[in-house]
């Protein structure tokens, strides 16, 4: 049976489509809810394998399944609507099954694509079967968003066989496509990533932006400190900055010079002054685990400058 409850005092009348499975065979129930509170009671020969409630997907409102895991795979491979595919794939990644696997078949890019970044958070990342699934979008897939969510996965392996993958889509005309390559490169040849970060930050924007200076900032030299100050300060405002800061002070601690090293400490204090002081209790650990990584590194004149900046 299905039960539908309204709360507040207006009560809506609302259109149902039920879709009860029993096999392959589907009987499709269309019903009117139309009081506080409903309960629809039907019956069928056998039992389902599976009853798909609001089966268009076209109400808002809040659901709660008692769906086995068998339902849910059922769902899966026979309720051909999207919304019923992304259910079922979300009650595999929260319950760890290994049919989130199908999502990478799914023909909705989206899907593939989310469900390959679930797999790389899950115990089946280094499912060989799966892995291999992950090579195949990586080279062929013809959406850019779930070609780069493949790059990025195989690029968290490390795995140096991935390498002239990186190289073939390093240049690609997609930035999320190209920064994942860029990503991969940066592990295995970080000279090589380098030098192309270079050569693409003049209008690396997005996804390629963020990997382009992570790869000069982790990589540069000090002759290479007025472009890599300037990008720093150049960036605006935001996470993806925060996040910047601690390779940028991870970068001034390799420097000799003094003078350049309190230019980038004067650069991080800046961008300090424009977050909003309700925030600063969120964002100061992650400024003072920077600087004290440049005050380890460089010793007491600069640990003495930082003191006096840093208030």
Do not use: C
């Not at 493949?150 to 999320?176: C, E, H, M, P, W």
């Amino acid at each position: 049976y299905i039960k539908q409850s309204q709360e507040g005092d207006k009560v809506f009348r609302l259109p149902l489509a039920i879709d009860i499975y029993t096999g392959t065979d589907k009987k499709r129930y269309n019903v009117w809810t139309e009081n506080k509170t409903d309960t629809l009671v039907f019956s069928n020969a056998s039992q389902p394998s599976l009853v798909n409630v609001d089966a268009d997907k076209v109400l808002l409102w809040d659901k709660t399944d008692n769906k086995t895991a068998d339902n849910f795979i059922f769902q899966f491979q026979h309720a051909r609507n999207y919304m019923d595919r992304k259910e079922a794939l979300d009650y595999f990644n929260k319950n760890g099954m290994k049919e989130l696997e199908l999502g990478l078949n799914d023909n909705y890019s989206d899907l593939r694509r989310s469900t390959i970044d679930r797999l790389a958070k899950s115990k089946l990342a280094q499912d060989a079967a799966i892995i291999g699934k992950i090579e195949k979008i990586a080279d062929t897939d013809k959406d850019k968003k779930a070609k780069a969510a493949a790059i990025r996965f195989l690029a968290a392996t490390k795995d140096a066989k991935y390498q002239a993958l990186y190289n073939k889509y390093v240049g690609d005309s997609s930035y999320s496509v190209a920064a994942a390559a860029l990503g991969g490169l940066s592990t295995l040849d970080p000279a090589k990533s380098y030098q192309l970060a270079k050569k693409y930050s003049s209008d690396a924007k997005g996804a390629l932006g963020t990997v382009v200076n992570n790869a000069i900032i982790n990589n540069g030299t000090e002759s290479d400190f007025e472009f890599i100050s300037g990008r720093y300060d150049e960036a605006p405002v935001s996470q993806a900055k925060l996040e910047m800061t601690s390779s940028f002070a991870d970068y001034l601690a390799k420097l000799n010079d003094v003078a350049k090293i309190k230019k980038g400490i004067d650069q991080i204090i800046r961008f300090r002054g424009f977050i909003p002081q309700q925030y600063k209790n969120i964002t100061d650990p992650a400024f003072k685990a920077s600087f004290e990584k440049i005050s380890k590194a460089k010793g007491e004149e600069i640990a003495t400058y930082i003191t006096e900046v840093f208030k």
